[in-house]
């Protein structure tokens, strides 16, 4: 007959040895922060910001956070960040009125620890998925929020002959509002 104690003691074991298992198993980990700018005022108070548009740079910050678990069949070489309207939204709302998703333009570039990234620069806002930046890097080290960072630049009604989609004169006076997504997808063997 074994003592109560001993067979509470041997239960334990049993569920730490199988609980290890289960903790110890390693997966690839991709995580985004925001570090500031989760929300951005575009401000027409001017004819001449009306007539020249409003570049927001940088308007947000994310830190990047990868890891590779060096498991088999999964290897972990960059990453892609993208963009697109939140629940694809077509065309940016306004309380009465809507004007063109291309208005506004987005722009991620190295802020820090990513400087042989891509960037694909200012790219119009769409319902789809674009690339916004791509980083790879074939020997593999992990990247922590801290030290690999992306500014995240915004314009909206900039003249054509400046750059941009056009200005906003001849617009309707509204409060418009668009949610832009952003996306992190590993990319290596596996993904």
């Known amino acids: 007959m074994i003592p109560f104690y001993l ?13 290890e298992q289960a903790v110890s198993q390693e997966w690839n980990y991709a995580r985004l922060n925001v570090m500031y700018g989760s929300s951005i005022p575009f401000n027409f108070s001017t004819m001449d910001k009306i007539k020249k548009g409003v570049e927001i740079n940088p308007g947000t910050r994310f830190g990047i956070s990868l890891a590779d678990s060096a498991r088999v069949g999964h290897v972990l070489q960059g990453f892609v960040l993208n963009f697109r309207t939140f629940n694809n939204q077509n065309v940016i709302k306004g309380d009465s009125y809507s004007i063109p998703l291309n208005r506004i333009r987005v722009k991620a570039e190295n802020a820090t620890g990513l400087e042989s990234g891509t960037s694909y620069g200012y790219l119009d806002l769409s319902s789809n998925w674009m690339p916004l930046f791509s980083f790879t890097n ?50 290596g063997l596996g993904f």
């Open 7 to 19: 067979k509470q003691i041997l239960f334990v074991l049993l569920i730490l040895s199988s609980s």
């Open 138 to 187: 074939l020997t593999w080290h992990d990247l922590n929020w801290a030290n690999a960072q992306l500014n995240i630049s915004f314009e909206c009604g900039k003249p054509t002959i400046s750059g941009g989609n056009g200005n906003l004169l001849g617009e309707e006076p509204d409060y418009y509002n668009v949610e832009i997504e952003f996306e992190l997808v590993p990319t």
